[in-house]
């Protein structure tokens, strides 16, 4: 029997499993020219033998080769071609650079299972799916938030510090002339439910969910609401209602300073802008 070259041998394992040159080609990412030449014995259009050592171990993966008989045939005939041509090299080069060729080859291959198609949809899908649970963990969109059960609450502290850092007028921080006269208010829920946040003077803020028919009775010198929902709620002084509607903010929500004087507003501070939260 006549001895069989590397080229031979490759191509006969390819025709064997049924192999296209440009499929080999594909699954190696070996170019479809250096493959023929390889095939072909052609040393001279080929790179040094440490290269196509590199190509023996990518085309055992689909070719099932020899390894050992592959690159016996590939050291005797690159060894005859380089007679051939008067170009015998030290023949310890090989060798030598056995380890460092190898070394390269399974980093070559660690990196190259990232950018296969199927491994990239894996890890793309998965940095999307774990981005959208923190993004839902800790962001409410618009709707979200003006449904939650903790929107009263929320609104009713932003108000709240609007109150307490914002520039009020002169003429309401100015204290009442001694004596200190306490007055008494009835908070009402007439027709729905609504939650309301007060402070009394210079007690603690209390937040509460008045029902309908339900009454609050409140007694101070100066009295802060937030009212969440202004419609559904009458306050009365002295036998007097106070009206609401010039204290009703952007938001929907009522912000009053009790006693009411004749001339008080909404400071514009107090605004809250729905839309922005």
């Not at 099932?64 to 008989?69: A, I, K, P, S, V």
């Not at 609504?194 to 009454?215: A, C, F, M, N």
């Not at 202004?230 to 106070?242: D, K, L, M, R, V």
Request: one cysteine or more.
């Amino acid at each position: 029997m006549s001895k069989i070259t590397i080229g031979q041998y490759i191509k006969q394992k390819r025709v064997e499993k049924d192999i296209a040159l440009s499929f080999a080609s594909e699954k190696t990412k070996i170019h479809h020219r250096l493959l023929e030449d390889f095939e072909n014995d052609n040393f001279s259009k080929l790179p040094n033998p440490i290269y196509l050592k590199g190509f023996i171990n990518q085309l055992s993966k689909i070719l099932d080769l020899d390894n050992e008989l592959a690159l016996k045939l590939l050291e005797a005939d690159y060894q005859s071609y380089l007679v051939q041509n008067n170009t015998l090299p030290d023949t310890t080069l090989l060798q030598a650079d056995n380890k460092s060729l190898n070394d390269i080859l399974e980093f070559f291959n660690c990196f190259t299972f990232l950018f296969t198609w199927k491994h990239f949809i894996w890890i793309t899908s998965a940095g999307i799916f774990i981005f959208a649970i923190i993004f839902a963990g800790t962001e409410l969109t618009k709707s979200d938030f003006t449904k939650n059960r903790y929107y009263g609450a929320i609104m009713s502290k932003k108000l709240f510090q609007n109150m307490v850092t914002s520039t009020i007028p002169q003429a309401k921080i100015i204290p009442p002339p001694a004596p200190v006269i306490l007055q008494k208010f009835s908070i009402k829920s007439i027709n729905n439910e609504s939650w309301i946040s007060y402070q009394t003077d210079k007690i603690p803020i209390k937040r509460l969910t008045l029902v309908k028919d339900k009454e609050l009775l409140l007694e101070g010198s100066q009295i802060k609401l937030v009212i969440g929902r202004p419609e559904a709620i009458q306050i009365i002084s002295n036998g007097q209602e106070i009206n609401l509607k010039p204290f009703i903010t952007l938001s929907g929500t009522a912000v009053v300073v009790l006693p009411v004087q004749a001339q008080d507003t909404v400071p514009s501070t107090y605004v809250v802008d729905n839309k922005n939260n």
